[in-house]
């Protein structure tokens, strides 16, 4: 060490030195930034950037030997032989290329790394010798193998640790670094080796061509160093701009990133190097805290083999796929997870795509459960009730147990919906399925499948008993009152109060309903989800016919009485065709002379096994299946048919069912069939009930109001027995009201009937209305009416309905007008004495 040392300060020129010492520096930073270039570029890039390292560094080499050798006293009149000295910087070129191949490609790997290494310290010691050999054009050199020895030792050393060390040059502090020991290597050579080195000068050799002298080798130096200056300066600039261009593509990158409602991040070789700000809020941490962690430990345990195939994978077989995340709380997160190869700062990485996916889960389950749960009660709605009762039947029929379903319907919901409003409908059913779930065990299944219908699947084995307790303590739980908090009884729909509902508090609304159940038990009574409904709606049936409020098992005489039922509706369905049906007229006198004013037109149905039908027999049944419109045109065309060819202008009245008078177009069809008969509109009665105005008061009022402009009498029929019967003749004038012939029946046996008969006569009267009694059937009931001065009347004791033959006939019609009148004088002599 103190030869090499004493070599370097007795046998060197100290400035030129510190000279061929900054060259060095200079051309090893030049190189290792061209060097960080070439490892963040693309592949077809790699090799311009690896040759240029390779060139300014074997420049760099030779540039740093020969201004040491003209610092090197004991040559300096000496001359170098051209073809060694030029073969020497193509030797540094040559091996520092192979060099930096060998290091681009080594991935790490200390093997690949030392032998890159050795070749590099190959090349430096090549050139120092090949140069110092081209003295030997007028010296004689002399070498100590040690020094030698010791040289090349060292070179190798440093050149491994250099490129050992260059692994990640992207920092300032690393590229200096990797310069420093680039130097060392090449400066360590350089002294040890002249060390080694012993010249004894020489005849100059006669060919003056192929020697340089030392001006002449000042020159060259002097140029090749300029070189080198330039492309540090070069490389330095070429860095700078880089630089600047990534650091604006970094910029414009993380600005769109969180612009991004998505998460976006940035890993290479597995390690977060980029999130934007929708990353921070999905993981719940810093910038700081995010970059830099393995990928994987971003995402769930069970996530990491899929996660570890898809880096396997070929990018055009990539496809979306979802994975559970982490964030620094712990949750977990479902996520989509994209992802893409691409250049981040001149190197690639892997953009990767993270599309939150919890609300959409919570979506699509919020999606799931409003497509099996009613939307009012939250109760299992038709859909997942066939799914319960399937999944019932199927562990029944393993296991031997049985199954029961109980199909319930609210008693007198319809009037709180008609009389208080939709509002206090829906909270009194909020509540209804309140209680029924509390009667129930987790196991039974409530579903809610109509408007006030329920179905219970009561799962595992039962016996009939505890079945029939179960469907008592239902019926019971919803007999009790309801209070309807926010509800009022003015803001129903009318002023009166309905059937089954009591004046309310201040504090609310209070409600009286109740229940009815039908019951059907598996495998008795059904061995399929089917049949066992059918039977459980026949016993609901069954308990409607018979009362209401009370719970019945099936029976297999209720499904007959049911096939019956379902085959009148069948038959009902072509009386019409078949002409079975036709029209019976009872006469409408007035209630002062007995002169006969207007035939009401009743229906019967001649059916040809059961003979003549009453309509209260097939009426309802016709409202309930929806037949009750198609009957209703067919009364009123027919009634009006026959009243324009009766030769005595009466008038026709014809009961409107509340169904019929609800069908679009109603007034128009009416005006249809007074302009095909020619009929005058003033001889038409339509008697409606106060029916028409429950489901939309506005509407009924508006066809009630076209009505009249046709010229249609309009008569309040069954007057005094409905909810509101005083409201709707606020809403609306009618012609005349007809009293209900209960009251008619009472007349004479109650005292207050005749009070309620008067009060409806003055109320009608000074309304300016008709009013009509129906079911007369006494003199004595015809002489308390008359005395009210009731102004028409209607019933048995003037006629029963009958076909309109003879009595259409002019002497029939006589002999009809003189026995009323016969009748009503009798009455008026009774009333005199």
């Not at 459960?369 to 299992?380: G, K, M, N, S, W």
């Not at 105005?693 to 066809?703: C, G, H, S």
Request: charged letters at 20%; a neutral charge.
């Amino acid at each position: 060490m103190l030869n090499i040392v004493a070599c370097v300060t007795n046998q060197h020129d100290p400035g030129l030195v510190a000279v061929s010492a900054g060259i060095c520096l200079l051309g090893c930073f030049s190189t290792v930034t061209l060097m960080a270039e070439a490892a963040g570029a693309e592949r077809r890039a790699l090799v311009p950037w690896l040759i240029a390292a390779a060139a300014v560094f074997g420049c760099s080499v030779w540039s740093l030997h020969f201004v040491a050798m003209l610092a090197f006293r004991p040559s300096a009149q000496a001359a170098y032989g051209l073809l060694p000295t030029a073969a020497s910087i193509g030797i540094a070129v040559t091996g520092a290329l192979i060099a930096l191949l060998i290091w681009c490609r080594a991935d790490h790997h200390p093997l690949k790394l030392a032998a890159a290494g050795m070749v590099m310290a190959a090349a430096i010691a090549g050139m120092h010798y090949a140069g110092v050999g081209a003295m030997a054009a007028n010296s004689l050199l002399l070498f100590d193998g040690a020094y030698v020895h010791a040289s090349l030792g060292l070179c190798a050393i440093l050149a491994v640790t250099a490129l050992a060390r260059a692994g990640d040059l992207t920092g300032l502090g690393r590229r200096i670094e990797v310069s420093l020991w680039l130097a060392l290597a090449i400066c360590g050579l350089h002294f040890t080796g002249m060390t080694a080195l012993t010249v004894a000068p020489a005849a100059p050799l006669e060919e003056g061509g192929a020697v340089l002298g030392s001006t002449q080798l000042g020159l060259a130096v002097g140029l090749v160093s300029l070189v080198v200056l330039a492309a540090g300066l070069a490389a330095l600039l070429m860095q700078r701009h880089l630089m600047r261009r990534r650091m604006d593509e970094l910029s414009r990158m993380r600005l769109l990133g969180n612009l991004a409602h998505e998460v976006l991040l940035i890993h290479r070789d597995g390690r977060v190097v980029e999130i934007n700000q929708a990353g921070l809020r999905l993981f719940e941490t810093t910038l700081q805290e995010i970059v830099g962690r393995p990928l994987l430990d971003l995402f769930a345990d069970a996530d990491a083999p899929a996660l570890l195939r898809r880096s396997r994978c070929r990018p055009e077989e990539l496809r979306p796929e979802e994975f559970e995340i982490r964030t620094a709380a712990g949750l977990a997160v479902p996520v989509e997870l994209s992802c893409r190869a691409i250049e981040y700062l001149g190197r690639p990485a892997t953009a990767v795509a993270l599309r939150d996916l919890s609300q959409r889960r919570r979506d699509e389950a919020r999606i799931r459960h409003l497509a099996l749960h009613d939307a009012l009660t939250d109760l299992p709605n038709r859909t997942l009730l066939e799914e319960r009762l399937s999944l019932a039947l199927e562990t029944a029929a393993e296991n031997g147990a049985s199954v029961a379903l109980v199909y319930l319907d609210l008693d007198r919901f319809k009037p709180v919906n008609d009389f208080h409003g939709h509002a206090a409908g829906d909270a009194l059913l909020v509540q209804a399925a309140k209680r029924m779930l509390a009667e129930l065990r987790p196991t039974d299944t409530l579903a809610r499948i109509g408007g006030d219908e329920f179905v219970i699947v009561l799962a595992h084995t039962r016996t009939l008993a505890q079945i029939a307790e179960t469907a008592a303590r239902l019926v019971a739980a919803l007999g009790r009152p309801f209070h309807l908090e926010g509800q009022n009884e003015g803001e129903g729909k009318s002023e009166g109060k309905g059937e089954g509902t009591s004046e309310g508090k201040s504090e609310g609304l209070r409600i009286e309903i109740g229940a009815s159940a039908g019951i059907a038990v598996y495998p008795s009574d059904g061995s399929t989800a089917e049949t066992l409904k059918r039977a459980a709606d026949t016993a609901l049936y069954r308990v409607k016919d018979e009362g209401r409020g009370t719970v019945r098992f099936f029976e297999a005489a209720m499904d007959e009485q049911l096939q019956a039922r379902r085959r009148i509706e069948h038959e009902l369905s072509g009386a019409i065709p078949r002409g079975e049906l036709q029209l019976y007229y009872q006469p409408i006198v007035n209630g002062r002379t007995g002169e006969i004013e207007t035939f009401e037109a009743l229906i019967r149905w001649h059916h040809p096994e059961r003979g003549c039908v009453p309509p209260a027999d097939f009426i309802p049944l016709a409202e309930q299946t929806d037949q009750i419109g198609r009957i209703g045109a067919w009364v009123l065309d027919t009634a009006c048919a026959a009243a324009a060819a009766w030769p005595h202008p009466w008038r026709v009245s014809v009961n409107v069912s509340p169904k019929q008078f609800r069908q679009p177009g109603f007034a128009a069809g009416v005006a249809a069939v007074l302009g095909r008969y020619g009929l005058p509109p003033g001889r038409l009665v339509l008697e409606i009930t106060e029916g028409v105005f429950i489901q939309d008061a506005t509407m009924a009022v508006e066809v009630l109001t076209a009505l009249r402009t046709l010229g249609v009498r309009l008569a309040l029929d069954d007057f005094g027995t409905g909810y509101s019967s005083l409201s709707y003749l606020q809403r609306f004038k009618f012609d005349k009201i007809k009293v209900d012939q209960s009251f008619v029946r009472r007349l004479g046996r109650h005292a207050d009937t005749l009070t309620i008969v008067r009060a409806i006569t003055h109320l009608g009267h000074n309304l300016g209305l008709q009013v009509t009694v129906e079911g007369v059937e006494t003199q004595e009931q015809l002489a308390m009416l008359r005395e009210l001065g009731c102004d028409q009347m209607q019933g048995y004791l003037f006629a029963r309905p009958a076909p309109m033959t003879e009595l259409s006939q002019a002497g029939s019609a006589d002999r009809e007008r003189a026995r009323l009148r016969a009748l009503f004088g009798e009455t008026s002599a009774r009333a005199c004495a």
